[in-house]
């Protein structure tokens, strides 16, 4: 969000508040990038651990897990739910070391799988990287960035204007350009592919303006405009999957490119196209559920 708009919405006593809390946040999460990773790490574990549960998003999470797991008992919700702060806590903790990570050095954090595929995609031009809000998501940019690879990304503004500056210099070391979600963000996705830019899609919050697909057997509002104009361009769509394995080490595999139907109705062949990549994302949830982004209203209420 613009400094103007936050002023126009929050006022002189908002913005004070906007500016502490910036300070606190980059203050701790500079001093975390001079520390070692795992202390970065289990520092953000422990802090999302302790406060996470006394969150109106602990009750989003175990909502969605009850509706993604029917069968589940209260223990198997709690112990996910614990498993879902712990890694959300990491991730914060782990932003202050992403940009100097080397995923190709002999002790990186990241193993890659499938590069191939990643690579092969680099020589068409334009393609989509498509992902979603798993593991530590912020690494998933290592990779392309190392070899060169800078994709156009939307993203959701921060309602703290410092902070927003702040988190687009830390992902603008990584990414292309950060596109502003809607309409107009759209627009320069789309511009983009036909410079031949490549673009990463995590396609898996809520869209109200988006299409109802089935997500965990449930109809999910979801983006399909980035979809679509790979399909009218017939552009490598390669999925992306991120694993913690362990505390602080990954598993990064860009899966081969997607098939892409071509019936003559652009809209339902990206409706397939996102079908068959939720069936994918489901089944690396289900592997890991602790690891994905339950605390976001996914379902409709």
């Known amino acids: 969000m613009s400094f103007k708009e936050a002023y126009r919405r929050r006022g002189v006593s908002g913005m004070l508040v906007y500016a502490i809390q910036a300070a606190a946040i980059q203050g701790a999460l ?38 993604a797991f029917p069968d589940w008992d209260q ?50 031009g334009a393609f989509i990287l498509l992902s979603a809000h798993i593991a530590n998501w912020e690494m998933a940019a290592l990779v392309p960035a190392y070899y060169g690879i800078r994709l156009n990304n939307i993203y959701r503004h921060a309602d703290n204007p410092w902070m927003d500056k702040y988190f687009r210099r830390k992902r603008g070391a990584l990414t292309g350009r950060l596109i ?11 511009a983009g592919m036909k410079r031949g830019e490549p673009a990463g899609v995590l396609i898996d919050q809520k869209l ?13 509002m979801t983006a399909t405009a ?39 109705d652009r809209g339902e062949d990206a409706i397939t196209v996102i079908k068959t990549f939720n069936a994918m994302l489901e089944s690396w949830i289900r592997k890991r559920p602790g690891q994905w982004f339950w605390v976001h209203k996914r379902w409709p209420n």
């Open 180 to 190: 502003p979600k809607g309409v107009k963000g759209i627009r320069e996705i789309f």
């Open 226 to 264: 980035p979809i679509e104009m790979a399909v009218q361009m017939k552009l490598p769509i390669v999925p992306v999957q991120l694993e913690r394995v362990e505390k602080t080490k990954f598993i990064l595999t860009f899966h081969p490119w997607m098939e892409l139907p071509d019936t003559g």
């Open 75 to 124: 223990a198997q919700i709690d112990r996910t739910v614990r498993d879902v702060w712990d890694n959300l806590g990491r991730g914060a903790g782990e932003f202050a070391h992403v940009t100097k990570i080397d995923p190709t050095a002999p002790d990186s954090p990241v193993t890659v799988i499938g590069l191939e595929n990643l690579l092969s995609a680099k020589e068409h």
């Open 30 to 67: 500079e001093t975390l990038s001079i520390l070692p990773l795992s202390f970065a790490s289990g520092f953000g574990s422990l802090l999302f651990r302790t406060v996470g549960p006394f969150l109106k998003a602990d009750k989003v999470a175990r909502r969605n897990l009850a509706l």
């Open 208 to 220: 109200n303006e988006g299409r109802p697909i089935p997500f965990f057997g449930r109809d999910a």
